[in-house]
Each structure stands twice: as structure tokens, then as C-alpha cells.
């Protein structure tokens, strides 16, 4: 059966760290990847998505960045925080281009 | 345009209740449409999804009802029940991308 992984789930970290959120699949290959972020009370907003290793769409420009350094995994990257920057973070995989499998999400909190 | 228009931005149903939420989308080339259920805290879980060749599709109490013509989408909840309590969103996809298109999402509250 197919799983996604998703850590810490959650982290406070003060404005001007770097950030590092992992994301693993484990039981498919070659799965579409995403990150999604959620303020509180919001919609799901698609930050960067992946069809293949090294392949990165990016969304919203930003503060942010993404890498998919081997085939089910990706990671989402900042190299200074900054307040905007809190909020949910989910990570999905998808089955084709349809269904979308998501993570337990990262709780971030910039102070 | 690729929008995905959702109605309530919230929902206060008593229990026993039928909850109504509408999506409407812009995209003609969407040919999958799916319902997410969230949970506070947790990630959104696939709740149930339909494909435009039927104009509904019933899952338990869940019930997704399609207008192709409208180009209108909507779930209902059958005697809604306090456990179903969550953030639901609706979404299309369809076409050469990878990506669903999200509504952005209702807050249903169902009263005990």
C-alpha cells in the first residue's frame, strides 16, 4: 500500500532560519509530488509541484524553494524565514494526474 | 481561466440535517471532479469524486450532484451528524496539467 510521510509535525522557528520540510512516499514510483501551504481558516494554496526527479514547477514566487532529489522524495527549503512564511504545510502525491494523497502537514510558526 | 467557485464559506447545519455545497467551474476541459474532507490539523482526505459523463454519484450519506451544462457541481450531506464537522473543498482537474484546481473550501458545523 502506498504511504506519504511528512515531518516535523510541528515547528516554531524564528524569523531569518533557514527552514528544511521532508517528504517521502513509500509503495509507488515515479508519483507526482506537491506542496501545498494553508493559513489558518484558508484555502490550499499549491506552491511547487514535481513530476519527475529534479523536475520543480513553481507556483508563487517567494521565499521559498523546492528539490526532489530522488524519486519519492521532496523537500520544501527556505533560506530565511520570514513571518509571511507561517502556516500549514502539506505535502501530496498524486495517482496520475487525478487523485491527490496528503500528507499529516507541518505545522509552521515563524516568531 | 482554471477557477473553482465555492459557496457557503461556511455551514451551520443542526444534526439530522442535509448540507448542501455548491462549486461551480470555468474550465471545459475538467473531466474529474473530486470532494476533500479536513479535518482540523489534519490533511485533506479524498471524500468522494465524479466524472462529467454522470449527472450523480451516492456514496453512504454523501451524495456529489453534476450539471454539465451549468457547469455547477455540489455535495450533499445526508443526515449530516456532528462528525462530520470539517472543512470541505471541492476541486476540478482535467486537460495536460498536473494539478487540481481547489475551491476555497467551506466550514460546515453540524450542531448536536
Known amino acids: 500500500s502506498q504511504t506519504i510521510h511528512q515531518w516535523p509535525a510541528t515547528l516554531v522557528q524564528p524569523v531569518g532560519s533557514p527552514l528544511s520540510l521532508e517528504c517521502t512516499v513509500e509503495?509507488?514510483?515515479?508519483?507526482?509530488l506537491y506542496w501545498y501551504r494553508q493559513a489558518a481558516g484558508r484555502g490550499l494554496q499549491l506552491l511547487f509541484y514535481s513530476v519527475g526527479i529534479g523536475q520543480i514547477s513553481s507556483e508563487v514566487p517567494q521565499n521559498l524553494s523546492a528539490s526532489r532529489p530522488q524519486d519519492r522524495q521532496f523537500i520544501l527549503s527556505s533560506k530565511k524565514l520570514l513571518l509571511s512564511d507561517s502556516g500549514f504545510y502539506l505535502c501530496a502525491y498524486g495517482q496520475g494526474k487525478e487523485k491527490l494523497f496528503f500528507g499529516s502537514g507541518t505545522q509552521l510558526s515563524v516568531l | 481561466q482554471q477557477q473553482v467557485k465555492q459557496s457557503p464559506q461556511s455551514l451551520i447545519v443542526q444534526k439530522g440535517g442535509i448540507s448542501i455545497i455548491n462549486c461551480a467551474y470555468e474550465?471545459?476541459?475538467?473531466?474529474?471532479f473530486p470532494w476533500y474532507q479536513q479535518f482540523p490539523g489534519k490533511g485533506p482526505a479524498l471524500l468522494i469524486a465524479i466524472r462529467p459523463d454522470v449527472s450523480e454519484k451516492k456514496e453512504g450519506r454523501f451524495t456529489i450532484s453534476f450539471n454539465k451544462s451549468a457547469k455547477q457541481f455540489s455535495l450533499h450531506i445526508m443526515d449530516s451528524q456532528p462528525g462530520d464537522s470539517a472543512t470541505y473543498f471541492c476541486a476540478g482537474s482535467g486537460g495536460s496539467n498536473y494539478k487540481l484546481t481547489f475551491g476555497k473550501g467551506t466550514l460546515l458545523t453540524v450542531n448536536p
Open positions: 509503495g509507488t514510483s515515479n508519483p507526482n
Open positions: 474550465n471545459t476541459a475538467f473531466d474529474y
